[in-house]
Nanobody
Framework: QVQLVESGGGLVQPGGSLRLSCAASGTIFSIANLGWYRQAPGKQRELVAGITSGSRTNYADSVKGRFTISRDNAKKMVYLQMNSLKPEDTAVYYC?????????????WGQGTQVTVSS
C-alpha cells in the first residue's frame, strides 16, 4: 500500500514560481514511476511531468523549459518545480505512483493540491 500527500500549492502571480512536494509512504518507492498530473475545471486530467525509477523524465509540451520534476528516493519525495507560471497552469495538481510487482500493476494517487495563477 502507498499513500501520497501533496503540498506546496497556492496562489501565485503570473511569472511566479511554486514548488510542489509529494510525500510517499511504503517500501516500494524506489521502484515506482512517478508523475505529476493536473486537472483544470471542465477539462480532463493530463500528465504534466513524469520520472521513472531510473530518473528519466518527460514533460508535457506546455510546460517544457518551465517545470522540473525530481525525486529523492531516500526521503520518499517527488517534487515539481514550476517557474514562469501562467494563468493556464491553474489546476488541481495530483501526484501519481505506479509500480509493477509479480505481473500486477499498482496505481496510487494523492488527494491533490490547488495551484492558482492570477494577478
Amino acid at each position: 500500500q502507498v499513500q501520497l500527500v501533496e503540498s506546496g500549492g497556492g496562489l501565485v502571480q503570473p511569472g511566479g514560481s511554486l514548488r510542489l512536494s509529494c510525500a510517499a509512504s511504503g517500501t516500494i518507492f524506489s521502484i515506482a514511476n512517478l508523475g505529476w498530473y493536473r486537472q483544470a475545471p471542465g477539462k480532463q486530467r493530463e500528465l504534466v511531468a513524469g520520472i521513472t525509477s531510473g530518473s528519466r523524465t518527460n514533460y508535457a509540451d506546455s510546460v517544457k523549459g518551465r517545470f522540473t520534476i525530481s525525486r529523492d528516493n531516500a526521503k520518499k519525495m517527488v517534487y515539481l518545480q514550476m517557474n514562469s507560471l501562467k494563468p493556464e497552469d491553474t489546476a488541481v495538481y495530483y501526484c501519481n505512483a505506479i509500480y509493477y510487482l509479480n505481473h500486477d500493476k499498482y496505481d496510487y494517487w494523492g488527494q491533490g493540491t490547488q495551484v492558482t495563477v492570477s494577478s
